[in-house]
């Protein structure tokens, strides 16, 4: 599975932008999607993960109610709606698979997802 990131720049405070995801392979035996973010100095957090198979949700709550996840209708491509940006959302953002065909609730943390992709970089000046 490879995945390829885009979407992420520069951006004023309360702005929005749209990351987006490709994988590359059929989604039917992946389990879920997740986005994660890396600011200077800070470990890997969580922001969002998707379950393909029934399209739930889940978010952290630093970014409840700005953040949604989605997939197109084919299910290839993850996006990350971002609104009401603010400068703590400066950071590289990745996209992850988790294709563990055996889990159940949406993985939230680092090493429960297998593949990732290449960060993009999303900058919120105040």
């Known amino acids: 599975v490879q995945l390829q990131a885009s979407g992420g720049e520069l951006v004023q405070a309360g702005g929005s932008l749209r990351l987006s995801c490709e994988v590359s392979?059929?989604?039917?035996?992946?389990?879920?999607a997740g986005w994660f973010r890396q600011a200077p100095e800070k470990e890997r957090e969580f922001v969002a993960g998707?379950?393909?198979?029934?399209?739930?949700?889940v978010y952290p709550d630093p970014v409840k109610g700005r953040f949604t996840i989605a997939t197109d209708n084919a299910q290839k491509t993850v996006y990350l709606q971002m609104n009401n940006l603010k400068p703590e959302d400066t950071a590289v953002y990745y996209c992850a698979v988790d294709p563990s065909p055996w889990r159940v609730e949406i993985p939230t943390r680092r090493f429960e997802y297998g593949f990732w992709g290449q960060g993009t970089q999303v900058t919120v000046s105040s």
């Open positions: 392979t059929s989604v039917i035996n992946l389990h879920a």
């Open positions: 998707i379950r393909w198979r029934d399209l739930t949700t």
